[in-house]
């Protein structure tokens, strides 16, 4: 763990200048805007260790999967996330000496990143050759105001001499992934155009044929006097830039202005893409760095209003939750119903694809909370648009008559992860998506989604349940074998209770649609029946025959729902026993030895306790939090906030607190030693569920909104708002009183602890 981060409440600070911490930092400190990103690596050069990575939404490559036993139904390839051509380089020369932090003497540098408006400022003061000392101050943005736009202010100064700087101001497509084999690239030019004062690259990705148009345009200013001699454009493959030489004297401050414009053709006509960059360069130009940040500024503003959680009495706490709802609502803005929350956002490439499970099981929450209803509709439309592709891939590994798998991982619908354990078995990820139909009506009351969308998805994937069981004569239970369940470090596993738990309740909850649509429009069930050839009195059957017989291990001894069968047989330790040289066993153990072991990815169990927690009593909820718990390491970032939020329904403060903490700082602290590939985007909803349904203790029961909140000791007062059918909640709990209201728009009833209030 890491702890080289300043505590702030609204600021993420660096101070002193940490090389071997760099490539952390490019993720802590990197900036999106729904539609571009990019990590916190430095304008100037520098060839110290570092990995240059800026991001287009929805922009990716099928790269193909290499396997020596190949299996039938494995993905034809990973979807990497693509290195996009990148804008925000400023290469200087000073006195013909190149401006390098590798190379150079640094002093008093500090990085912040301002999340109430996010703005990343940069200042150093940097001693180059014969002595000559400059001092920089950059600070940039990506527009949240628009989504194409980004700007950089890079303002230098020469602190003991007359200084001429050699400015170079490129859009260079010449990139390469991280895990791009043999540094293979992805790039192909399609066009290039530079003058004195734009640079423009189109750029096309091999295979899947994606255009992105990136354009640069500048000011230079001396004095508050635009300055500065542009020479000839240098034009090479893939890459153009402008050359720009100014003298500045001793004290005096230049200031370079860098706009960037960034288009995709998932947004734009190809053939005019490059001609819409031209003109959209010369409108930010014209409105300068100052205007662009305001408006970018103002629409941080509106989007703090509805999700900021404050915490009184603990920095490091508060620091935490607004780095993660920061980058949540940087990465994913809603406005664009193909897009979804990929695992890194725009800060790293790891992991490839857009969607995984975690959007269901943990940002969904997140976006019915803060935002519009529409936006976390658009989550589940995306999903009910890539139905056939599920049915596709369940298609591929045997399955028939409809019956859906949805990817573990994707960018359009098709599976395209690659490892087998991960696309073959672990199949738990369907239960997510019906679990996310269910959560999102019982949130908004908005049952029609049943019928417009939902119950063609849930018959699909009940289906697939209904086909992946069978009946075991031994046990004379219906079983499910094969399977690996959250907790990854368990792989072909038999009868994963969480698994079997998902399947069960999904086919329960698929009925209960049946017959809400049939009620409320026979038509439109009849014609959906007939178009997926849905045989109700047979498939239902055999639905509840299932749910009937299914096989839940279950230990009698202990009392607890059992991981999967066998798990009884493992030597049965606690997290305490490692020793801290293990930690984190995904690093330091080889795979055969964390297979053979009792310890624990993440919540599995508990994960099914969580999702349906009424079906469980308070003493079943302890008696398995008791047992599993201990035995988890918590290394994957899903992890923690699951065990908050369960910590707080058996009141264990101190875990509840223990655990929030590590969810909340795990990028901040590195907590788990792989933050330098990125932040863990999808699992930062996970931190708001932390205060919301862990320490605040919201359900949604029957239409109506509980809460039973509690203080951790650590703390001496916090407060959230949450949208809810219509209106705005406010929650304000303190040492001396609990005050939860509606504060805009119609009264509601609200159930506190046991006690009703007409707020």
């Known amino acids: ?429 369907n239960g997510a998506i019906a679990y996310a139909i269910f959560d999102y009506i019982r949130y908004t009351g908005e049952e029609n989604y049943l019928t417009e969308y939902g119950l063609e998805v849930l018959i699909a994937i009940s289906r697939f349940w209904s086909q992946r069981v069978n009946w075991s004569a031994d046990k004379q239970k219906y079983v499910m074998l094969g399977v690996t369940g959250p907790n990854e470090y368990e792989n072909n596993v038999n009868n994963n209770w969480y698994t079997n738990l998902m399947a069960t309740w999904t086919l329960e909850y698929t009925q209960y649609a049946i017959a809400y649509v049939k009620q409320q429009d026979k038509a439109k069930y009849e014609a959906l029946s007939s178009k997926i050839k849905f045989n109700e009195t047979e498939e239902t059957k055999r639905w509840a025959d299932i749910r009937e017989k299914m096989y839940f291990p279950f230990d009698e001894t202990k009392e607890v729902f059992l991981q999967q069968d066998g798990f009884l047989d493992k030597e049965l330790l606690t997290v305490n026993q490692l020793k801290k040289e293990d930690r984190p066993i995904n690093q330091k153990w080889s795979w055969d030895r964390i297979l053979r072991s009792c310890f624990i990815k993440q919540a599995d169990v508990l994960q099914g306790i969580y999702f349906l927690e009424d079906r469980f009593s308070f003493d079943e909820i302890k008696r398995n939090f008791d047992f599993y718990e201990p035995m988890t390491v918590h290394e994957s970032s899903l992890s923690p906030c699951v065990h908050v939020i369960l910590a707080s329904v058996l009141g264990y403060k101190e875990k509840a607190y223990e655990m929030y903490l590590r969810t909340s700082r795990l990028d901040l602290d590195d907590y788990n030693n792989d933050t330098e590939d990125g932040c863990h985007i999808t699992s930062m909803a996970g931190t708001w569920m932390s205060v919301i349904k862990g320490f605040g203790g919201m359900r949604v029961k029957d239409g109506k909104l509980y809460f039973n909140p509690f203080l951790p000791d650590q703390w001496n007062a916090y407060s959230f708002r949450v949208e809810f059918r219509g209106r705005v909640i406010g929650v304000n709990v303190s040492r001396e009183q609990t005050d939860i209201k509606v504060i805009a728009g119609e009264p509601l009833e609200i159930i506190i602890g046991q006690e009703k209030e007409l707020a």
């Open 1 to 429: 763990m890491k702890n080289y981060i300043k505590h702030d409440p609204w600021l993420i600070i660096e101070e002193g200048f940490k090389p071997e911490y760099n490539r952390i930092s490019e993720s802590i400190f990197s900036l999106g805007n729904g539609r571009m990103g990019q990590r916190a690596t430095f304008e100037e050069d520098y060839s110290g260790d570092t990995h240059q990575g800026s991001y287009v939404a929805g922009v990716y490559y099928p790269d193909k999967t290499r396997v020596g036993w190949w299996k039938n139904g494995y993905p034809e390839y990973f979807a990497k996330v693509l290195n996009a051509p990148a804008w925000i380089d400023i290469k200087i020369k000073i006195n013909g000496t190149t401006l390098d932090l590798a190379k150079a003497s640094v002093a008093n540098f500090k990085r912040v990143l301002d999340m109430q408006h996010g703005i990343l400022t940069r200042s150093f003061e940097a001693t180059v050759a014969d002595g000559k000392k400059v001092s920089v101050v950059s600070t940039r943005f990506c527009s949240m105001a628009d989504g194409e736009v980004g700007a950089i202010r890079y303002q230098i100064k020469p602190l003991n001499f007359d200084a001429s700087f050699d400015i170079l101001l490129p859009v260079d497509a010449d990139v390469v992934n991280k895990d791009s084999n043999y540094d293979e690239k992805f790039w192909t030019e399609v066009s290039k155009y530079a003058d004195e004062k734009k640079a423009i690259v189109v750029a096309e990705t091999r295979k899947t044929f994606f255009h992105v148009a990136t354009g640069i345009t500048y000011k230079v200013n001396v004095g508050g006097l635009e300055v500065g001699k542009a020479s000839s454009p240098i034009l090479k493959e893939k890459y153009a830039a402008i050359p720009v030489q100014v003298n500045a004297k001793q004290g005096e401050t230049l200031s370079i202005e860098k706009f960037a414009v960034v288009l995709s053709s998932e947004n734009h006509k190809k053939e005019s893409i490059a001609r819409i960059c031209e003109d959209k360069l010369a409108f930010v130009r014209e409105a300068g760095y100052d205007k662009l940040e305001n408006a970018h500024r103002s629409n941080w503003k509106q989007r703090w209003e509805g999700a900021d959680i404050t915490i009184d009495g603990d920095v490091a706490a508060q620091q935490g939750i607004r780095f993660n709802i920061f980058q949540l609502m940087q990465t994913y803005t809603g406005e664009d119903e193909r897009l979804n929350i990929g695992p890194k956002g725009f800060t790293g490439e790891k992991y490839g694809g857009s969607t995984y499970w975690d959007t269901e099981a943990y940002c969904l929450p997140f976006y019915l909370g803060t935002a519009d209803q529409k936006v976390a509709r658009n989550l589940l439309v995306y999903r009910y648009k890539q139905l056939q592709k599920a049915i596709e891939n369940a298609a591929k590994l045997g399955f028939t008559n409809g019956a859906a798998l949805y990817p573990m991982v994707t960018m359009n619908g098709e599976e395209c992860h690659n490892e087998w354990e991960i696309t073959f078995e672990e199949i738990h990820r």
